[in-house]
C-alpha cells in the first residue's frame, strides 16, 4: 500500500431529523451531486412511512438498516489453482454500506413509481424483515454458510 490511508470523513445529521444514518442514507442517493434532489427523496419517503404506518419514521428506517446488515459476506480466494468462496465477517462500515447498497437498488429495480414511494415501502418491508434487500441479505448468508467448510482458508 503506497502513502496513508485517506482520513475519515465526519458526516454531519442531516438538518430534518438530525440522524447521521438519514444523512448517509441521502449521501448514497445522491447522483451527481444533487443533494437536495436525494434530501426530497428520503424526507418524502420517511414522510410516507410517517402516514402508512402512524410511527415514527426514524424508528422504522433504523430498524429497516438493522435488518438488512449483513454479518458475513463471501471473498474469492485462490488456492491452488481453484478459487473457494471463503465466509468472512463484515466490519461495520462495510455493513452500513452495502445495506444502504441493497435498499437503494431493491428500490430502484421496482418500476412505474415515484422514487420515494419505491424506497418508503422498501424500507417498510425491511423493517418488517421482508422484501428484497432482505431477500439479498439472506442470499449472502446462504452462500457463506454452504462454504462454511473453507473458512480455514480465510487469514
Keep these: 500500500m503506497r502513502g496513508k490511508a485517506a482520513p475519515r470523513r465526519v458526516i454531519e445529521p442531516d438538518p430534518k431529523h438530525g ?7 441521502i449521501n448514497y442517493l445522491m447522483r451527481d451531486g444533487k443533494k437536495s434532489t436525494a434530501q426530497k427523496v428520503v424526507y ?3 414522510e410516507i412511512i410517517r402516514e402508512k404506518s402512524k410511527t415514527d419514521p426514524v424508528e422504522v428506517f433504523d430498524n429497516a438498516i438493522k435488518n438488512v446488515q449483513p ?4 471473498k474469492s480466494k485462490r488456492v491452488g ?11 461495520g462500515e462495510r455493513r452500513v454500506a452495502l445495506g444502504f447498497r441493497w435498499l437503494i437498488s431493491a428500490a430502484q429495480a421496482k418500476k412505474g413509481r415515484p422514487m420515494a414511494q419505491k424506497l418508503a415501502e422498501e424500507l417498510t418491508a425491511a423493517a418488517n424483515n421482508e422484501g428484497d434487500a432482505i ?3 439472506m ?4 452462500m457463506a454458510e454452504a462454504n462454511r467448510a473453507f473458512a ?4
Design 139 to 142: 442470499d449472502v448468508h446462504r
Design 152 to 155: 480455514h482458508f480465510a487469514r
Design 71 to 74: 454479518a458475513v459476506e463471501v
Design 44 to 46: 418524502d419517503a420517511l
Design 81 to 91: 489453482g481453484a478459487n473457494y468462496q471463503i465466509p468472512i465477517q463484515v466490519r
Design 19 to 25: 440522524n447521521i444514518m438519514v444523512a448517509k442514507l
Design 135 to 137: 431477500k439479498k441479505k
